[in-house]
């Protein structure tokens, strides 16, 4: 519940302050946004697995964040920057897409 | 990923309600704040997604709008490069015109003096013929103003008949009389020109001073360096005389 207020509070934060990206940030700040629902997805699915821990929820959110914009900022120093952004975006993807697969069949028993 | 607990639990909604809850645990407080971050990550880059209109679009659409902007710059470029050469034009047009009337009007001047429609002024002589015994008569005036303009006068006026090109002179019963007009002695000749140039012109030895002294008349010459003819001569159109037509363009 707190979580979820939590991101209803962030929400608001950003769009009533009218935050600006600064320029270094804007290439990752997509992938991480990505990469952040595909953690939350997978933990929501983890709750209803039974399987939920808040520790590896933490820890998997961080860590996807992390290595999503390390692998654009990779890609942009190898010069294939958008090329793998598009991956990591596909990958996330379908990532997201299994987890809520799995979590409708939890909730919907369909 | 693949899911692999077939046996669904009956308390999916529960498990949920269950997970809701709200706990005071490090860790929740921990992925409040990371849900926190994540909204707030979300709602800036879909505010700067909007805001930004042309790093988030495709190739071929930059391309496009880079060609509409290259052609309205090339059109805007266009229209002043008219607009410049209307204008250049105009200001070129304007002094071209001031330049124009200025040489109508210095022409007309000109022409006004010497057709003697116009008052004209500067140095000159004064030359003033008394005649008692009326000797002089109109050859010697003729000749005087023949002198006059040899010296160089450029304009001339006799009592109060203004001198031009087809002023004519005649010897009539009352004296003499130039253009119809009478013209009575003491003869007042107004010429402007040089003062010293036409004093001389009369003074030369058998020039008409001496002539004129020679007929038993006196004449006096005053050198001025401000007179005015004043006389008018009344301009006539001409009867038959027509001017040619230009056949080229004449240039001002």
Known sequence: MIPVLGLFVGLAAGLFLHPAVPLALQPYLPIAVIAALD??????????????DDK??????????????????LGDQLGVGSQLSTGVVVVLGIRIFSNVASIRRHVFRA | MTQTNPPPTPSAWKRLRL???PRTTKANALAALLAILLGFAVATQVRQNQSLGLESLRQ????????????????????????????????????SGAAAVKAAQERLDALGILAGTARAHGPGIRMTIADPRAKVTAPVLLDAIQ??????????????????ASSHFDQGASGIEIDGRSVLPPYMLTAIGDPATIDSAMEIPGGLAENVRQLGATISIAQEQELTVGALHPLSQPRYARPVPPSAPTTP
Do not use: K, P, W, Y
């Not at chain 1, 953690?39 to 939920?52: H, M, N, Q, T």
């Not at chain 2, 002198?147 to 031009?164: C, F, M, S």
């Open chain 1, 39 to 52: 953690a939350v997805f997978g933990g929501v699915r983890a709750v209803l697995d039974g399987i939920f």
């Open chain 1, 56 to 73: 590896v929820f933490v820890v998997s959110f961080l860590s996807n964040v992390v290595v999503a914009a390390f692998i654009v900022f």
């Open chain 2, 147 to 164: 002198e006059l303009r040899d010296a160089g006068a450029e304009a001339i006026q006799v009592n109060n008949v203004r001198i031009v």
């Open chain 2, 60 to 95: 071929s659409d930059l391309v496009t709008i880079l060609d509409n902007a290259t052609l309205l710059s090339s059109r805007l470029d266009q229209n002043a490069r008219d607009l410049q050469a209307t204008r250049d034009q105009l200001v070129s047009g304007s002094t």
């Open chain 2, 19 to 21: 997970a809701a809850r």
